[in-house]
């Protein structure tokens, strides 16, 4: 990719139309759009994410980095917090804080409806700062996925 910052030109805008879909190291499908990869960002990386049905996420955490996301459509709950023993229900308009380095593990309760959220993250990177935590896995999995919002 050509450098965007170069010593003799400027920082350009760009527009970016929506990359191949790739499933990152949490196993979910993501739709990269501005990251260092594709526009040479330096703070800053969005991306569409997708849950099918019934699918979730391994449990993870981002290393240094703060994430917003914003969901679009159908409903998504998380387990977070240090043993993930924190529950939330995402609901399409809301917007949700993901602390830097906070342990959560996203999950689509729907067994028809995929989930299909909006993602920025101060990492421009795509999957970088993705620290997968497979020790918290089982404190999740012996659980009922709930649906309530609790």
Known sequence: MPDQHSATSRPQCRLVRAGTPFVGKQGLTYSPAISAETVGAQAIHMQMLSIPP???????KHANHETAIHAISGTSCMWYGERLEHHMTIKPGDYLYI???????PYNPSQTEPCIALIARTDPNEQESVVLLPELEHLVLPRALPTDGG
Do not use: Q, S
Request: aromatic content about 0%.
């Open 54 to 60: 019934g699918g979730r996420a391994k449990a993870h």
């Open 99 to 105: 602390p830097a380095n906070v342990p959560h593990l």
